[in-house]
């Protein structure tokens, strides 16, 4: 049984390693639930923390998000890339237009070298840029990409390896790092970690390993409407919610994500905003579906969809959670029309378990690999004993098996059958997923061929049916028709009780009210551009 978390106002002493030098009133000051700073190489780890923070600050992608609106879902728009296409008559082939204003921090040229340069250090092996942990990181973000050239100094041309029409939401999640920079850094990724280059809208100073990045203003940021308002932010790992808490309260940070619920009070008290937001998130029990295990009975999987108070879970979160009733929430475009609901049904829960063959003296053993914090993880200690005991009520023998964020994510890219999950006797994993685009909520997760490494098929699911629900709307270029063939998906996966659905987060954060300008968007990213500290 795992500790209730017990949220306090620790004492000054406990925050001296974090206390910062004073800075200027246009400092942002964060702290993050990432135990450590996410990699500053191009591609971050920590989970799309990592993105938030680290990505979509020091560097650019080809395509990038929308996130200047809280009142729509995030979507994709032209970004290092002033625009591109599939070649007609050949969808497989994509063409990229590059920007021709764009240079790196350390001055030299982002061309279309560049991107090549970028792509084969994370999908090259044999190039002298290539960097293991980099690839680690984006070799599942663009599985379809099989081949990539230049045909002129700002036109790229890329290739899928079967049609895909959602490619350009793949390419949001690679970043682009200066060469040039690497060849200065003794091409040593250990040494540009330190002093890493890219395009983005702010440049990195300082990095303290586990302590803290500080970041600059890019005053020749290529988007000049978007050149950042604040002279610096400054990233601090805070895994503990309590500390995160405690470091606002006492002024020594900004900003911190997903403060404790019992603490909303008394931040509200000491004059803290609260911001929240729907946004494509999904807290949920990915099972193995692999011979032998429990959850191959779609009785055993809709008994332990049924067996969850989700009403009371959101009472101990304060009120910061949605319902799940699928991988996305009812009125979002793809949720389609489920005729399984999830809700809170106990002897429902019962009456499967028995009809499977389970009884008191003969349960179905599930051991959950999950984390102790991390980005879009919530409070997954409280969260997961409280299921813990919904489930065992009605018969599961349920147990877990809790590790660092960063390791449950190495845990996840290794499927089911692999050396760590048979080491470790886990038949499900709890890692919040993004659903931020089609790729990432379907695609990933439940198709039968990206099983990790290629993918996150983590629980190695096959279904002939799925398969070609999913393919279709991969293939499908019309927006209206992709998004019924989505939704048809969507319905699809509830009805055969998949996964176990729990949480949409709301995307909680708590700041100083001197933190102003900034708009929570629809999306796992955030711009933190706009923000003015007054």
Same mark, same amino acid.
């Given at each position: 049984?795992?500790?209730r978390?017990?949220?306090?106002?620790?004492?000054? #002493?406990?925050?001296?390693?974090l206390?910062?030098?004073?800075? *200027?009133?246009?400092?942002?000051?964060?702290?993050?639930?990432?135990?450590?700073? %996410?990699l500053?190489?191009?591609?971050p780890? !920590?989970?799309? +923390?990592?993105?938030?923070?680290?990505?979509?600050?020091?560097?650019?992608?080809?395509?990038?998000?929308?996130?200047?609106?809280?009142?729509?879902?995030?979507?994709?728009?032209? #970004?290092?890339?002033?625009?591109?296409? %599939?070649v007609?008559?050949?969808?497989?082939?994509?063409?990229?237009?590059?920007?021709?204003?764009?240079?790196?921090?350390d001055?030299?040229?982002?061309d279309? &070298?560049?991107?090549?340069?970028?792509?084969?250090k994370?999908?090259?092996?044999?190039? %002298?840029?290539?960097?293991?942990?980099?690839?680690?990181q984006?070799r599942?973000?663009v599985?379809?990409l $099989? #081949?990539w050239k =230049?045909?002129?100094?700002?036109? @790229?041309e890329?290739?899928?390896? $079967?049609?895909?029409?959602?490619?350009?939401? &793949?390419?949001?999640?690679?970043?682009?790092?200066?060469?040039? !920079?690497? +060849?200065?850094?003794?091409k040593d990724? @250990?040494?540009?970690?330190?002093?890493?280059?890219?395009? #983005?809208?702010?440049? $990195? &100073?300082?990095?303290?390993?586990?302590?803290r990045?500080?970041?600059?203003?890019n005053a020749?940021?290529?988007?000049?409407?978007?050149?950042?308002?604040?002279?610096?932010?400054?990233?601090?790992?805070?895994?503990? =919610?309590?500390?995160?808490t405690?470091?606002?309260?006492?002024?020594?940070?900004?900003?911190?994500?997903?403060?404790?619920?019992?603490?909303? %009070?008394?931040?509200?008290?000491g004059?803290?905003?609260i911001?929240?937001?729907?946004?494509p998130?999904?807290? =949920?029990?990915?099972?193995s579906?692999?011979?032998?295990s429990?959850?191959t009975?779609?009785?055993?999987?809709?008994?332990? !969809?049924?067996?969850?108070?989700?009403?009371?879970l959101?009472?101990?979160?304060?009120g910061?959670?949605?319902?799940g009733?699928?991988?996305?929430?009812p009125?979002?475009?793809?949720?389609?029309s489920p005729?399984f609901?999830?809700k809170? &049904?106990p002897?429902?829960?019962k009456?499967?378990?028995?009809?499977?063959?389970?009884s008191?003296?003969?349960?179905?053993?599930?051991?959950?690999?999950? *984390?102790?914090?991390?980005?879009?993880?919530?409070?997954?200690?409280p969260? !997961?004993?409280? @299921?813990q005991?919904?489930?065992?009520?009605?018969?599961?023998?349920a147990?877990f098996? @809790?590790?660092?964020?960063n390791?449950?994510?190495?845990f996840a890219f290794?499927?089911?059958?692999? +050396?760590a *999950?048979?080491?470790?006797?886990?038949n499900?994993?709890?890692? *919040?997923r993004?659903?931020?685009?089609?790729?990432s909520a379907?695609?990933?997760?439940?198709?039968?061929?990206?099983?990790p490494?290629?993918g996150?098929?983590?629980?190695?699911?096959?279904?002939?049916?799925?398969?070609?629900?999913i393919?279709?709307?991969?293939?499908?270029?019309?927006?209206?028709e992709?998004?019924?063939?989505?939704?048809?998906v969507h319905?699809?996966?509830?009805?055969?009780?998949?996964? $176990?659905y729990?949480?949409?987060?709301l995307?909680?954060?708590?700041?100083?009210?001197k933190?102003t300008?900034?708009?929570?968007?629809?999306?796992?990213?955030?711009d933190?551009?706009?923000?003015?500290?007054?």
């Amino acid at each position: 049984m795992l500790k209730r978390l017990r949220v306090i106002v620790v004492g000054l #002493g406990v925050l001296a390693a974090l206390a910062a030098p004073a800075f *200027s009133q246009s400092t942002l000051r964060i702290g993050m639930t990432a135990a450590d700073i %996410p990699l500053t190489t191009g591609q971050p780890d !920590n989970g799309l +923390e990592g993105f938030r923070f680290v990505g979509y600050t020091i560097y650019d992608a080809l395509v990038l998000w929308d996130l200047s609106k809280a009142d729509t879902l995030a979507d994709i728009r032209p #970004g290092l890339a002033a625009g591109w296409a %599939p070649v007609e008559g050949d969808s497989k082939t994509w063409i990229f237009k590059l920007r021709q204003v764009v240079k790196f921090h350390d001055g030299s040229d982002f061309d279309a &070298d560049a991107v090549i340069w970028n792509l084969d250090k994370l999908l090259n092996d044999k190039s %002298p840029q290539f960097d293991p942990k980099q690839a680690a990181q984006a070799r599942a973000r663009v599985p379809t990409l $099989v #081949g990539w050239k =230049a045909v002129d100094k700002y036109t @790229v041309e890329l290739t899928t390896r $079967v049609v895909n029409s959602l490619f350009p939401y &793949d390419m949001s999640y690679i970043f682009y790092s200066s060469p040039t !920079n690497w +060849e200065k850094q003794g091409k040593d990724w @250990v040494k540009v970690a330190l002093q890493p280059a890219g395009t #983005g809208p702010f440049k $990195v &100073d300082r990095v303290v390993p586990r302590e803290r990045m500080e970041l600059s203003r890019n005053a020749d940021y290529w988007e000049k409407a978007r050149i950042p308002k604040l002279d610096k932010v400054i990233l601090f790992p805070m895994p503990e =919610a309590a500390t995160r808490t405690a470091a606002l309260l006492a002024g020594q940070v900004d900003w911190i994500e997903v403060p404790a619920p019992d603490a909303i %009070p008394r931040l509200k008290q000491g004059g803290m905003v609260i911001v929240t937001n729907k946004y494509p998130h999904n807290w =949920a029990y990915q099972p193995s579906m692999v011979e032998g295990s429990p959850w191959t009975d779609i009785r055993v999987r809709k008994a332990a !969809n049924l067996a969850i108070d989700r009403a009371g879970l959101k009472k101990l979160l304060g009120g910061l959670m949605d319902e799940g009733k699928g991988a996305v929430y009812p009125g979002h475009p793809w949720f389609g029309s489920p005729t399984f609901d999830i809700k809170y &049904d106990p002897e429902a829960a019962k009456k499967l378990l028995a009809e499977a063959g389970y009884s008191a003296t003969k349960k179905p053993k599930i051991k959950i690999a999950i *984390s102790t914090s991390g980005s879009g993880q919530m409070l997954p200690l409280p969260m !997961n004993e409280y @299921v813990q005991e919904n489930l065992n009520a009605v018969g599961f023998d349920a147990s877990f098996e @809790v590790m660092e964020w960063n390791a449950l994510i190495t845990f996840a890219f290794q499927p089911v059958t692999g +050396e760590a *999950s048979t080491k470790a006797g886990a038949n499900g994993i709890n890692i *919040s997923r993004a659903t931020v685009d089609p790729y990432s909520a379907f695609m990933r997760l439940y198709h039968s061929d990206y099983v990790p490494p290629k993918g996150s098929n983590w629980g190695i699911l096959k279904d002939p049916k799925l398969d070609e629900m999913i393919n279709k709307a991969h293939a499908t270029f019309d927006r209206a028709e992709q998004t019924k063939a989505l939704a048809d998906v969507h319905s699809y996966i509830v009805d055969q009780a998949y996964w $176990v659905y729990i949480a949409h987060d709301l995307n909680p954060r708590a700041m100083s009210p001197k933190v102003t300008g900034f708009v929570q968007a629809q999306s796992w990213f955030q711009d933190l551009t706009p923000i003015v500290m007054k």
